[in-house]
């Protein structure tokens, strides 16, 4: 649990092209949130292996010490109040990447304990999480196939619920490589403002 009684933000991004959308959006978020301390882990840029290993699996049955790079994560999420997952939608999920942060970071002996016997006791109470996706299609198509309860039950229930998080605010980008650059440029500031309001309210509250 982090032991920082100041309110800070971690971003999470996942996007391989640092002209991309997806960075602008990152950027503008971290000048919303100012003079808020907000920390950036691009983890492509910082080349963080998603490959879910048999080390990793013996760690996560057996328990025992975490990788270096798994605890190195661990250490930035326990000094951070809110957790933003910023990132262009791949086949309605999370990139593989972010995934695989995911896979190695949330893990039995940190973000939760499970037993037999005991079941499952969440332990990321003190972390909010919010979600940012970039999405290519637009707002009518998630609606009518379902796409964005699907991505919204896989990340805040699966994940968010399952580890104690609280769940902070999720905010979509449609048509992203669509729309004219007036529309995106509204998008952006729509969700960056959703996004950041949402921390600061949090904050207050805490």
């Known amino acids: 649990m982090s032991t920082d009684t100041s309110s800070s933000t971690l971003l999470v991004t996942a996007s391989p ?12 978020l971290e000048k919303a949130l100012h003079p808020r301390p907000v920390e950036i882990a691009d983890l492509f840029k910082e080349e963080f292996d ?20 798994v605890v190195r994560e661990h250490r930035r999420l326990e ?7 910023v990132f262009p939608v791949y086949w309605w999920s999370v990139p593989a ?3 695989g942060w995911i896979d190695r970071v949330f893990l039995n002996g940190w973000a939760f304990d499970y037993s037999p016997s005991s079941g499952v006791r969440p332990r990321l109470q003190w972390l909010t999480t919010h979600l ?25 229930h699966g994940i968010v619920d399952y580890c104690g998080s609280r769940r902070g605010a999720t905010a979509f980008i449609h048509e992203s490589e ?8 509204q998008s952006v500031e729509r969700a960056v403002r959703i996004i950041s309001e949402a921390i600061r309210t949090d904050s207050t509250r805490a």
């Open 17 to 28: 092209d640092p002209e991309s959308l997806t960075h602008h959006i990152l950027g503008s």
């Open 97 to 99: 990447l972010l995934k």
């Open 132 to 156: 940012l996706p970039v999405a290519g299609a637009d707002a009518d198509a998630y609606e009518r196939h379902g796409y964005e309860t699907s991505l919204r039950t896989q990340i805040e």
């Open 79 to 85: 000094r951070v109040t809110d957790l933003v997952l």
């Open 178 to 185: 669509e729309a004219s650059r007036e529309e995106t440029a």
């Open 50 to 69: 998603p490959r879910f290993t048999l080390a990793d699996r013996r760690t996560y049955r057996e328990g025992g010490a975490y990788p270096a790079d």
